[in-house]
C-alpha cells in the first residue's frame, strides 16, 4: 500500500498548490514590481509668514493699517483710472457736499454686537446677547471709510457694499456724493480686484496634491483605526491595484492645522506626577503618524488654531521637539500657517482656517467660497486682522497682501468639504478647496496638479475605544 504525500501536491495539482502559496489574481505581479510614487518640484513661497527671532510687540496696530493702505492704493487707483476716467479722486477732507467724487480708504465696520473686553465690565445686555450667537452681524451695523487723514460714513446703494456682506480691514474705492451734512451715499465701489497670476508649465501626468486637517489626535473622540486607514492609503498599504497606483500619485501632503488639538488634561497635570506620562500619549501618537507618513512622501504640517502654538498669525512652525521620529525626515517640512509653496509649477496657498472663519462670524449670507472669492478679489488673505483676528504687529509691510494669484487655495478645519473654479480677466483661475475636519467627516481632499480637479475621499471605521 502506498503512502499519502501531505509535504507535496501531486503532479497534476503542482499549479494550484503555488497559487495557493501566493497572492490572488494579478497582485503578485504588482507586488513583484513596487508602483513608484511620483514626485513634483517643491519651492517654498512663504517666507514673508516667517518671523524674525527678535520680535517687537510694542508697535501700534495703526502702522498695520497705514502699510496696508500703501500697498493696495495704487492697485485700486488704476481700477479707477480705468473704470471711472471721468471721476476725480479725493481725500476725505476734501470731499464736498453734492460733488461726485471717487475716495480710496480703508473700510470699518461699525458693529453693535462685536465683542469687546469694555463690555464685560460694563454689563451691557449687547454682550451676553453676542455670547448667544456664532454670528456678530445686526441690522444695525453701519460701514465707514477711512484714509490717512480723517474717516467719513458711507450710505451704500450697491448690492455688493452692503453692512451684512463686508468686513473691516478691505481697502477700496467708493464712487458717490455727500449730502449736506450727513453720509456720502455711494452709488459704485471698486476693489482691488484679482491679482497677476504666475504661468505655469502641466505637468505630462496627473500629480495630486493631499490636503487634509483637524485630525485632533488629542481629542476624546479621536478614532485611530480611522487615522491608520488615512495612513495607509497614502503610504500604499491599503486598497486594491487602482487605489495604490492612485496613492503613488499623490506627490505632496498638506495637514493644514488641527493635528493635535487642545491638551487640556497636560497644560493642567503636575509636572512631577506621573500621570503627565499618559497625557503625553497624544503627542506621541501624531509623532508617530508623521514619521510613517513622511518615511513615504513629502509632509507639510501647519499649525492650527487648537494646536501648541502661537494663537496670532501668521502661526509660526510647530515645535521639532513633538515630532523626534519625524523630524529627522527631510520629507518632513513644519511650516508656518498661512503657507504658501510652489509645486509643480503650481502655487499653493493656504490657511487653518482662522480667516475664513472669522469673517464668517462678522458677515451674513455668504459661504465660505464666497468668503475665500472675496480675499483673493480684496487682495487680502486677512482682511479682518487685527482688528476682530489676532496678528503680530508688522510695521514697514503687511505679509497678507496678495501678490499674485494662487492657483490653489485652501482653508482647513471647515465644517463640510466644498470647491469651486473662481475665473478672473486674462485667463486667471484659482480652485479654491475648503478643507473638512478629518476627526468630523474623515475626509481627505485630493487636488489634481494638471487639471486643478478636486475630489474627496472619506475613511470610515466601525471601530469605537472603549
Known amino acids: 500500500m502506498g503512502t499519502l504525500d501531505l509535504e507535496r501536491p501531486t503532479p497534476s495539482n503542482g499549479q494550484r498548490y503555488d497559487e495557493l502559496l501566493s497572492m490572488p489574481g494579478d497582485m503578485m505581479c504588482i507586488e513583484a514590481a513596487a508602483i513608484p510614487r511620483a514626485t513634483c518640484t517643491y519651492t517654498p513661497r512663504g517666507e514673508g509668514f516667517l518671523l524674525s527671532k527678535q520680535r517687537s510687540f510694542d508697535r501700534q496696530y495703526a502702522q498695520l493699517y497705514f502699510s496696508r493702505q500703501l500697498k493696495l492704493r495704487q492697485i485700486v487707483q488704476q481700477q479707477v483710472t480705468q473704470a471711472w476716467p471721468n471721476t476725480p479722486v479725493t481725500k476725505i477732507l476734501s470731499v464736498g457736499e453734492d460733488q461726485e467724487v471717487a475716495v480710496i480708504g480703508t473700510l470699518y465696520k461699525d458693529m453693535k454686537l462685536k465683542p469687546s473686553i469694555l463690555d464685560e465690565y ?249 468668503l475665500m472669492a472675496c480675499c483673493l478679489q480684496w487682495r487680502h488673505l486677512c482682511p479682518t486682522a487685527p482688528d476682530t483676528l489676532t496678528c503680530y504687529p508688522f510695521g514697514a509691510d503687511d505679509p497678507f497682501v496678495l501678490q499674485q494669484c494662487p492657483h490653489i487655495m485652501f482653508a482647513g478645519n471647515q465644517p463640510e468639504f466644498d470647491t469651486r473654479l473662481l475665473e478672473g480677466p486674462g485667463g486667471v483661475s484659482t480652485r479654491l478647496v475648503c478643507v473638512p475636519s478629518f476627526i468630523k467627516t474623515g475626509t481627505l481632499v485630493l487636488v489634481n496638479l494638471r487639471t486643478v480637479q478636486c475630489q474627496p475621499l472619506t475613511f470610515q471605521s466601525n471601530y469605537t475605544s472603549s
Request: net charge negative; glycine share 10%.
Open 122 to 370: 460694563s454689563k451691557q445686555p449687547g454682550f451676553q446677547q453676542a455670547l448667544g450667537g456664532t454670528g456678530f452681524c445686526s441690522d444695525e451695523d453701519s460701514l465707514v471709510l477711512e484714509d490717512e487723514g480723517a474717516r467719513m460714513s458711507m450710505r451704500s446703494e450697491c448690492a455688493e457694499l452692503q453692512p451684512h456682506s463686508v468686513v473691516t480691514g478691505a481697502v477700496l474705492a467708493v464712487k458717490g456724493r455727500a449730502e449736506p451734512g450727513g453720509d456720502f451715499v455711494v452709488s459704485a465701489v471698486l476693489w482691488a480686484g484679482l491679482p497677476e497670476q504666475p504661468q505655469r508649465a502641466l505637468p505630462q501626468e496627473d500629480a495630486y496634491v493631499a490636503l487634509v486637517s483637524g485630525l485632533q489626535l488629542a481629542h476624546s473622540k479621536a478614532d485611530m483605526m480611522q487615522v491608520q486607514l488615512l495612513v495607509d492609503f497614502l503610504t500604499g498599504n491599503l486598497g486594491a491595484a487602482p487605489q495604490q497606483q492612485l496613492a503613488a500619485k499623490v506627490v505632496q501632503l498638506v495637514i493644514a492645522g488641527g493635528s493635535l488639538g487642545q491638551l487640556e488634561a497636560l497644560a493642567a497635570a503636575n509636572p512631577y506626577s506621573r500621570q503627565q506620562t499618559t497625557d503625553m500619549e497624544p503627542v506621541r501618537d501624531m509623532d508617530l503618524v508623521m514619521t510613517e507618513l513622511a518615511a513615504a512622501l513629502p509632509v507639510d504640517i501647519m499649525p492650527g488654531p487648537d494646536d501648541p502654538a502661537n494663537v496670532s498669525l501668521p502661526q509660526q512652525p510647530l515645535h521639532q521637539c513633538l515630532f523626534p521620529g519625524a523630524a529627522p525626515y527631510s520629507s518632513f517640512r513644519r511650516v508656518t500657517n498661512p503657507h504658501a509653496f510652489e509645486l509643480g509649477g503650481c502655487l499653493l496657498l493656504g490657511t487653518a482656517g482662522q480667516n475664513v472663519d472669522d469673517m464668517g462670524k462678522y458677515t451674513r449670507g455668504r459661504s465660505r467660497l464666497d
